[in-house]
């Protein structure tokens, strides 16, 4: 039986120096990685930050106009019936 030492044994397809080599390449890339955010283009985010969002993603003005219209009409409709019950109307003076 052969010696784990022997460098013709290998694991898989690899040598033991070669799987070696493709580790230390991998830790070295892994440690050198940057997810810290990095704008490109300026242009592209004031685009972006001008642009209408509806929950955080891009709308249509169309869209945007609708949501907005959808979210405040049932506001508006509670200050309406607010507005109207509590303040009875005067007589008409048309019948005196």
């Known amino acids: 039986m052969a010696s784990l030492n022997e460098s013709s044994f290998k694991v898989g397809r690899l040598s033991i120096e070669e799987r070696q080599e493709k580790i230390n390449r991998y830790m070295k890339k892994r440690n050198e990685r940057n997810f810290s955010k990095k704008i490109k283009y ?10 209408p ?3 955080g993603r891009f709308a249509k003005n169309d869209e945007f106009g609708e949501a907005t219209k959808a979210g405040s ?12 019950s509590p303040s009875p109307s005067p007589p008409s003076p048309a019948n005196s």
Request: charged share 50%; net charge negative.
């Open 42 to 51: 300026a242009c592209r985010k004031t685009l972006a930050d001008s642009r």
């Open 53 to 55: 969002r509806v929950r």
């Open 73 to 84: 009409s049932n506001q508006e409709e509670d200050d309406e019936e607010e507005v109207s």
